[in-house]
């Protein structure tokens, strides 16, 4: 289920308590006892109004329908616009926590990204320029690989690729291997993976920014972009070069 719209619920709700809103009706002359609340609007507008307001409150207030509240005399929808105004406390609350508390959810420091990737972009990251840094990270994580193979003659997917090859090393052709080195279907498929990984990263974030126009990246997708860049140069990292003898 997707998060609640705490701004749309909100106005919803402040639009609703001015739709549902009532006037008091004195008693007449001569009469007591005959006093009443009428709605400012017509009763079918209120109605249809109300119809969808219900759903916004279920959402919201679980339980309004039969919260035992106190209940003023002879006002219409008395129900609905008092679970409104709580609803609406309740959802203000709840952004403002959100607002100074943060969601709790864990948050990604770019600064604990891998120093090849953050460390070529930091300027470029403070100056707003995000396309420019992710396409700068990936050249980064490039050149770093094809200096610890020793290679120039490939770059990119297909040095990548290449290196994490299950094949024996080749003449010209050093292998990356990822710790521990053991003959297992796990150890096969994490360099599969690797080879897949780094192959899916340059062909579908780094080839685009290179090749395409494109708009100004978001914050947030640019530092995701970054992230994988980041779980590569990792793993080319720590992995050990094989060579032929």
Do not use: C
């Not at 616009?81 to 770019?110: C, F, K, M, V, W």
């Not at 990119?156 to 279907?185: H, I, M, Q, Y």
């Amino acid at each position: 289920m997707t998060q609640i719209n705490r701004e749309w619920a909100i106005s919803k709700l402040r639009g609703y308590i001015e739709a549902a809103s009532i006037t008091y009706v004195p008693d007449g002359p001569n009469t007591i006892g005959f006093w009443t609340y009428k709605l400012d609007k017509p009763k079918a507008e209120v109605q249809a109004a109300t119809q969808i307001i219900e759903q916004v409150l279920d959402r919201t207030l679980p339980g309004w329908r039969t919260a035992e509240w106190t209940e003023p005399k002879r006002q219409p929808f008395w129900r609905e616009r008092e679970a409104a105004h709580r609803a609406i406390a309740q959802l203000e609350a709840e952004q403002e926590l959100a607002d100074n508390l943060g969601s709790g959810a864990p948050q990604l420091d770019a600064s604990t990204l891998h120093p090849w990737v953050w460390g070529s972009v930091q300027g470029l990251w403070s100056s707003g320029h995000y396309r420019q840094a992710v396409g700068v990270a990936a050249v980064a994580v490039n050149a770093h690989s094809q200096a610890k193979l020793g290679r120039k003659d490939l770059s990119e997917s297909k040095l990548l690729g290449d290196a994490f090859s299950l094949k024996d090393p080749e003449p010209g052709k050093p292998r990356l291997r990822l710790p521990p080195k053991e003959d297992s279907d796990t150890w096969r498929s994490r360099h599969d993976g690797a080879a897949a990984f780094a192959r899916g990263v340059y062909a579908a974030i780094r080839n685009p920014i290179a090749h395409e126009a494109g708009d100004e990246l978001d914050e947030n997708e640019a530092l995701e972009q970054l992230a994988a860049f980041s779980i590569l140069a990792r793993w080319i990292d720590t992995a050990t070069v094989e060579k032929t003898p």
